[in-house]
């Protein structure tokens, strides 16, 4: 026990430092820190991965074999291996970012009330409102919202008496709870999907692919909802309506502090030239810790916030083991893959330049979410699919239209592969597999959103 406590505070150090040396790059404050990260990641990567499940592990497996092979084929492989262990530095710095927030807001009694009131809203407006204020709380807690609204739903779902009703309450109930989890992933600042899609995607930023986002978001959210109200159960009996406690006013914390994330996003990103992903690993933890001393603000807040800190540092952080070897691992797997996979389509005669560009354009809304199925990832999958297709300028596009794609595919993953945290958290909150989460319950949403996205991926790269 000794060891591995010792094991967390090594790694959770380590995963701090990394995340400074990733924002003191991306400002433009150390180039050194160039060197330094992918030494600690490799250094931190064999901690974490000593300690999570064979299935996490044989993603490290995968990433030495990859080396190996690149080695022997690449006269070039140091660098390749050394961009493929700053793009695992730089997930695992935005995730540590990201969790920050997260931690507070779990522990904020204002987030528990206004989650509590969106899961209690009577029937007829329970998706739209889960829906809508899920985005909110998947902007704040990312997976995080997908547990604590969960959580919620299913308390909510249990008070109904009639197996019939709670049934049908708890499928629709946590479906409208993963789809606006994952509408939010083309457009959200703090999304993996922005984050990655803009950083393989050369001349593209967040500001650039946020409306056009916004609009795969609305998509998604209205064939949800459709889906929802044309799909609707007949019921035998009829379901009691009561009203939830309290009023839509207790969102407005929630709103608040939405608004000042993103106003100190946008501002910052007018008044600098750091990228999104830079202000957003800066922005993020300075917003948890004010949020933390206010909630501490009537009791001794300095001693409770350095404990809170020292707690995340040492032992949360760590907790997010399985999770951060699986990204970074990712991240890395589809770096270096990609310079393997290259050469052998043109041994084999593949030349993706002779592919029409409307065709690339379309297949990343269906590639990611079908490589979803084989368990792949998405940061693997777009990593991996992204250095292989010709630039921008060449398909005759611009680079935004390609994180578009990328990211509107990468929404459609979460949705159906049942090998992604969302199906897999809602699988368990009902009691089901995440493979009849995706197939199943998300199947003709999956089939008609990525008939319909594909129109507007399309739409937006020829002719906006």
């Given at each position: 026990?000794?060891?591995?406590?010792?094991?967390?505070?090594?790694?959770?150090?380590?995963?701090?430092?990394?995340?400074?040396?990733?924002?003191?790059?991306?400002?433009?404050?150390?180039?050194?820190?160039?060197?330094?990260?992918?030494?600690?990641?490799?250094?931190?990567?064999?901690?974490?991965?000593?300690?999570?499940?064979?299935?996490?592990?044989?993603?490290?497996?995968?990433?030495?074999?990859?080396?190996?092979?690149?080695?022997?084929?690449?006269?070039?492989w140091?660098?390749?291996?050394?961009?493929?262990?700053?793009?695992?530095?730089?997930?695992?710095?935005?995730?540590?970012?990201?969790?920050?927030l997260?931690?507070?807001a779990?522990?904020?009694?204002?987030?528990?009330?206004?989650?509590?009131?969106?899961?209690?809203?009577?029937?007829?407006?329970?998706?739209?409102?889960?829906?809508?204020?899920?985005?909110?709380?998947?902007?704040?807690?990312?997976?995080?919202?997908?547990?604590?609204?969960?959580?919620?739903?299913?308390?909510?779902?249990?008070?109904?008496?009639?197996?019939?009703?709670?049934?049908?309450?708890?499928?629709?109930?946590?479906?409208?709870?993963?789809?606006?989890?994952v509408?939010?992933?083309?457009?959200?600042?703090?999304?993996?999907?922005?984050?990655?899609?803009?950083?393989?995607?050369?001349?593209?930023?967040?500001?650039?692919?946020?409306?056009?986002?916004?609009?795969?978001?609305?998509?998604?959210?209205?064939?949800?909802?459709?889906?929802?109200?044309?799909?609707?159960?007949?019921?035998?009996?009829?379901?009691?309506?009561?009203?939830?406690?309290?009023?839509?006013?207790?969102?407005?914390p929630?709103?608040?502090?939405?608004?000042?994330?993103?106003?100190?996003?946008?501002?910052?990103?007018?008044?600098?030239?750091?990228?999104?992903?830079?202000?957003?690993?800066?922005?993020?933890?300075?917003?948890?810790?004010?949020?933390?001393?206010?909630q501490?603000?009537?009791?001794?807040?300095?001693?409770?916030?350095?404990?809170?800190?020292?707690?995340?540092?040492?032992?949360?952080?760590p907790?997010?083991?399985?999770?951060?070897?699986?990204?970074?691992?990712?991240?890395?797997?589809?770096?270096?893959?990609?310079?393997?996979?290259?050469?052998?389509?043109?041994?084999?005669?593949?030349?993706?330049?002779?592919?029409?560009?409307?065709?690339?354009?379309?297949?990343?809304?269906?590639?990611?979410?079908?490589?979803?199925?084989?368990?792949?990832?998405?940061?693997?999958?777009?990593?991996?699919?992204?250095?292989?297709i010709?630039?921008?300028?060449?398909?005759?596009?611009?680079?935004?239209?390609?994180?578009?794609?990328?990211?509107?595919?990468?929404?459609?993953?979460?949705?159906?592969?049942?090998?992604?945290?969302?199906t897999?958290?809602?699988?368990?909150?009902?009691?089901?597999?995440?493979?009849?989460?995706?197939?199943?319950w998300?199947?003709?949403?999956?089939?008609?959103?990525?008939?319909?996205?594909?129109?507007?991926?399309?739409?937006?790269?020829?002719?906006?």
């Open positions: 026990m000794r060891s591995r406590s010792f094991a967390d505070r090594v790694s959770g150090a380590l995963l701090c430092v990394i995340t400074v040396l990733v924002i003191c790059n991306e400002w433009g404050l150390a180039r050194w820190t160039e060197l330094a990260k992918p030494l600690l990641v490799m250094l931190v990567v064999p901690i974490l991965a000593a300690q999570v499940r064979p299935t996490r592990q044989a993603f490290v497996a995968v990433a030495v074999l990859l080396s190996l092979a690149l080695a022997a084929t690449n006269p070039g140091r660098a390749i291996a050394v961009d493929g262990l700053v793009t695992s530095a730089f997930i695992a710095a935005f995730f540590t970012a990201l969790s920050t997260r931690t507070v779990e522990t904020s009694p204002a987030i528990q009330r206004a989650g509590a009131f969106l899961a209690g809203q009577r029937p007829g407006r329970r998706y739209a409102a889960l829906t809508a204020g899920g985005q909110a709380f998947a902007l704040l807690l990312n997976y995080g919202s997908l547990q604590l609204l969960g959580t919620l739903a299913m308390a909510n779902a249990r008070l109904e008496p009639d197996p019939e009703i709670r049934s049908h309450r708890i499928r629709r109930m946590l479906l409208a709870i993963q789809r606006a989890f509408s939010t992933l083309p457009w959200s600042p703090l999304s993996f999907a922005m984050a990655i899609s803009i950083g393989v995607i050369p001349g593209t930023s967040w500001s650039q692919a946020m409306l056009p986002g916004l609009v795969s978001s609305l998509i998604l959210v209205g064939i949800g909802w459709a889906l929802d109200a044309v799909f609707k159960p007949r019921l035998a009996a009829v379901p009691v309506r009561t009203e939830p406690t309290g009023t839509w006013a207790l969102m407005l929630l709103l608040a502090l939405l608004a000042v994330l993103v106003v100190s996003v946008v501002g910052l990103a007018q008044l600098t030239n750091v990228r999104i992903v830079g202000l957003v690993a800066v922005v993020v933890p300075c917003i948890a810790l004010v949020w933390m001393i206010i501490h603000w009537a009791d001794a807040p300095l001693p409770h916030v350095a404990g809170r800190i020292r707690d995340y540092v040492l032992t949360e952080l907790g997010y083991r399985g999770e951060l070897v699986l990204l970074m691992m990712a991240g890395y797997i589809g770096t270096v893959g990609a310079q393997l996979v290259g050469p052998l389509m043109l041994r084999a005669g593949l030349d993706v330049s002779m592919v029409p560009a409307w065709l690339i354009i379309v297949s990343f809304v269906w590639i990611i979410p079908l490589a979803g199925q084989a368990g792949m990832n998405p940061i693997l999958a777009v990593t991996l699919l992204a250095p292989l010709p630039d921008a300028g060449s398909l005759g596009v611009t680079p935004t239209a390609l994180v578009v794609a990328l990211t509107a595919g990468w929404a459609l993953s979460g949705a159906s592969s049942p090998f992604t945290a969302t897999l958290l809602i699988g368990n909150f009902a009691g089901i597999s995440a493979l009849r989460v995706g197939l199943v998300n199947g003709v949403y999956t089939l008609i959103c990525g008939a319909v996205l594909s129109g507007w991926v399309l739409l937006y790269a020829f002719a906006l």
